[in-house]
């Protein structure tokens, strides 16, 4: 076959119009009721293969079998091809990995497949407000809302659900966790019957919406004067509200809250439990099916610099632990992979190792809050796979609890209205991983980078090598040029971006370094704070001694003299020093690499990145002359190596 060659476009992401190598004509054929599914297998492969015939005799065979619901299989015929579903979704997410093994370039013979995926719950999460505007969004505005009211492009909608879908996602909520007074009405009309309508668009793939919710929404919206939850008319709002929400969308997936949490309203305020607020709002939903995800991301955010007890680290389980057992079932804890804050580095979450009875999720960030704000490259599949394969306890990984105490994963999302939907192109990678290692935990960052590169570039071995290395070490080389070690929060307050060594030091948010003349970090040990125990004993013996303390969480987790001895032999101040001084060059190399591949991928891509890549060298150089010059003054000790460092 001759096939014209199709544009690529950064707005098609990991679904470009790229033709797979096809020796024969091909035809598709299925089961009675699949009309959706088919249609979309034919937009597939009219994208890739180019040209469906109905008189061919190789055929794919779209068909229902008995599999898990969302599990699908893949297997080559004598003459044709077979994707079979447990279920019509099942079917739509096997239809979408055969396709994207084409994009791939392997070929449709040896293609073989089955996979179900290990949580029932894998959710993106928008911090979109109903303005437009989107808390920590790096890519434009929301386009979902805009001027208080749902307002979007239809095709957007469906493109971006066809994209979700074809990386296994099966619940959004759209909008932010810091609900205001505005989108706490989106439980109400009039905003409910245009969020069913959206919910509408959402349903052929597969997708079911949640909201945010407002904990004060009893008053908020129902006027009432209290929003405790063991008032019986606080009971009586949620019942009524919900059973409106249900009747206008009956596979409306639940509710998202943040309660108790960065002077928002909670349980806490009335003498309740985390436990009361979250049974009373499940309770009201529970006859329909429906989930409460309870976020964790409770803490003092007004402490005092100066006392030197109270650790943020620490908040989550001490508000949560004592409650295990205690929450409905329909309720799921929603646990940040970190116990402070999304941090570049930072520990697993004790939370997960120690809650036994209650049903959790792991919730990571997509947005590059705190890790380059899509302008600075950072692979997060790198992140994500060190924290999933993370010892939590003797001989296990966190990993091993998908499945059985996490039901869900779910993150923080880096899309917006641009073009390209993540500002930086190659930040595309994240979202695509995201989901995949959603499906399957046991999939490595380089199997990730490399998928989501073959299916989006037609580019030379050379080129996806290229790509490939750059996002495999883009993770390391944002740590060493930012907060090395685990010492984390040293950006700019409000805006998380760029350097400002002591921007929080003396704040009220609890993300304090306490660097001196001599030593820096919080000692977190069991003689310190007594964060290691909230770890299981294995755990607490391993961070508690400073020899066996991975170095990557020196700083996380002890307080360390500048002239203390790293395994290498150098002092730590002298490792803080040829991080920095390394991190900038190598983010330079970043820049020489992207280089290489003019005319290897599409000129716009490589004009963006690039100018992203030339933002992110000076930043670097910002991070590293900030950071050096501060240890300077504070030590007086120079570099061994004699490098420039400013007074």
Not at 147 to 163: G, L, S
Not at 424 to 431: D, E, F, K
Not at 520 to 531: L, P
Request: proline share 4%.
């Amino acid at each position: 076959m001759e096939h014209t060659r199709r544009i690529y476009s950064e707005y098609n992401a990991w679904l470009q119009p790229k033709f797979y190598l096809a020796s024969k004509a091909l035809r598709i054929r299925a089961d009675f009721d699949l009309d959706f599914i088919h249609q979309e297998c034919h937009l597939g492969l009219i994208r890739l293969w180019g040209e469906i015939q109905d008189s061919a005799a190789y055929t794919l065979q779209l068909k229902m079998d008995d599999l898990e619901p969302e599990a699908f299989s893949l297997t080559p015929l004598i003459n044709g091809f077979e994707i079979a579903g447990g279920s019509k979704t099942g079917l739509l997410y096997g239809v979408y990995r055969f396709l994207n093994r084409l994009a791939a370039g392997e070929n449709i013979e040896k293609i073989q497949e089955r996979s179900a995926p290990q949580v029932d719950y894998r959710i993106i999460n928008h911090w979109d407000n109903m303005d437009g505007h989107i808390e920590r969004g790096y890519a434009g505005h929301s386009f979902f809302f805009h001027n208080h009211k749902f307002d979007y492009d239809e095709e957007r909608i469906i493109t971006y659900a066809r994209m979700m879908a074809s990386i296994g996602i099966n619940g959004i909520c759209i909008n932010n966790v810091n609900v205001n007074k505005v989108s706490a009405g989106l439980i109400a009309e009039p905003h409910l019957s245009d969020l069913a309508e959206l919910a509408a668009l959402f349903r052929p793939f597969g997708i079911r919406l949640l909201v945010s919710v407002h904990f004060d929404a009893p008053m908020i919206v129902g006027g009432l004067t209290t929003s405790d939850p063991l008032d019986a008319g606080v009971k009586e709002f949620w019942q009524a509200q919900s059973t409106v929400v249900y009747t206008k969308i009956p596979d409306f997936l639940g509710y998202l809250v943040k309660a108790d949490s960065e002077f928002r309203g909670g349980p806490e305020a009335f003498g309740r439990t985390q436990a009361d607020g979250a049974n009373t709002i499940a309770a009201a939903v529970a006859p329909f099916g429906g989930l409460v995800f309870w976020r964790c991301f409770v803490y003092n955010c007004q402490q005092d610099w100066r006392d030197q007890q109270t650790d943020r680290p620490m908040a989550a389980y001490k508000h949560f632990q004592p409650l295990d057992g205690t929450f409905d079932e329909n309720v799921i804890l929603q646990i940040k992979n970190g116990p402070v804050d999304f941090q570049t580095r930072e520990p697993v979450s004790p939370l997960f190792s120690s809650l036994k009875n209650t049903r959790e999720a792991i919730e990571f960030q997509i947005a590059q809050e705190y890790t380059g704000q899509q302008i600075d490259l950072f692979s997060l599949a790198v992140q994500w796979e060190e924290i999933l394969t993370t010892e939590i306890d003797k001989g296990k990984q966190l990993k091993s609890l998908f499945g059985q105490e996490i039901v869900a994963v779910t993150a923080v999302t880096n899309t917006g209205n641009n073009m390209n939907w993540t500002g930086n192109t190659l930040a595309q990678c994240n979202l695509y991983a995201f989901g995949r290692i959603a499906w399957n935990p046991d999939l490595t960052a380089k199997e990730l980078i490399r998928e989501w590169i073959q299916i989006t570039f037609e580019t030379n071995e050379l080129g996806c090598l290229t790509m490939e290395e750059m996002l495999l070490t883009s993770r390391g080389i944002y740590e060493s040029y930012t907060a090395p070690l685990g010492i984390g929060f040293m950006v700019n307050p409000n805006s998380h971006y760029g350097p400002n060594v002591d921007g929080y030091e003396f704040s009220h948010w609890g993300t304090y370094h306490r660097a001196s003349f001599d030593a820096i970090g919080v000692d977190r040990t069991s003689k310190g704070t007594g964060f290691t125990l909230q770890y299981p004993e294995s755990l607490q013996r391993k961070y508690d001694d400073i020899t066996s303390c991975p170095e990557e969480l020196l700083l996380f987790f002890h307080r360390v003299r500048y002239d203390y001895k790293m395994k290498d032999g150098r002092t730590l101040l002298q490792y803080m020093y040829d991080s920095h001084f390394e991190g900038a060059q190598q983010a330079e190399a970043l820049l020489q690499a992207w280089e290489t591949l003019e005319n290897r991928v599409p000129q716009e891509t490589f004009n963006s990145v690039k100018e992203r890549l030339k933002r992110q060298l000076r930043n670097a150089r910002e991070w590293r002359d900030q950071v050096n010059t501060y240890f300077y003054r504070k030590t007086g000790i120079n570099d061994d190596k004699g490098r420039q460092i400013y007074m």
